[in-house]
């Protein structure tokens, strides 16, 4: 007829795996803006590509990137989380 004491949590940090990611995602995004003004000013660095895979190589960089640093990047321990939530 007891209550269960109420279990209080501290305000979790934002997972390192998230700040790599979010990081990753912006550092190749500038680093693909440079590449679309390279290529504005000449075109003929990617002529040999067809067009398909031009279009979709651009955007999948940075979401690549992104997603292996995320991968390789340590997850943030919890201890203050039961064994179970862990």
Known sequence: ????????????PVETKVKVMGLTAYLAGVAGMAVLQTVA????????????????????????????AGFKAKHTPRPDLPADQR
């Open 1 to 12: 007829m007891h209550a269960d004491p109420q279990i209080s949590y501290s305000k979790p």
């Open 41 to 68: 000013d000449d075109p003929s660095v990617i002529a040999f590509l067809p067009d398909w895979i031009e279009a979709i190589t651009l955007p999948l960089v940075p979401t690549a990137l992104a997603a292996v």
